[in-house]
Structure formats: C-alpha cells, structure tokens
C-alpha cells in the first residue's frame, strides 16, 4: 500500500496539519523520523491517499511543506 509522507517544519505545523486533515476526511497521523536534517524538527503526516488534495489543503490553510515523498 502507497503511503505519502509530507514533511512538515515544525511539531505545532504537523500538529495543524493533522487536525486540518481530519476535518477534511483523511485519515492521517504524525510520525518522528530522525536522520534527515533537512525537514527540521523530524515530524511528518503520513496518508494514504489524495496527496495533491492534501497538499492544497494545506497550503491555504498556511501549513508549511518542506517536501513530500512517496513510499510503497
């Protein structure tokens, strides 16, 4: 299964971001991932599907996105 992984800059965007994505009918959770000192702080929002959607979403919500990538 297609799980898309955007990453947000920050715990309190990833945090927005969940709850944002809820109310629109995602089902979404936040993850730690470490390594990468790109994308800040490490939190991401995991889904499963509609990522443009989401994307959108985000966005006009004021959501910043460092980057988002697709895992299988």
Known sequence: MKRYVIATGTVTYAIKGRDILRKNGF????????????LGCGYVLIISEKVSEAEKILKNNGVKILKITEEQ
Do not use: N
Not at 28 to 38: A, L, Y
């Open 27 to 38: 089902a979404v959770k936040i993850e730690r991932i470490t390594g990468d000192k790109t």
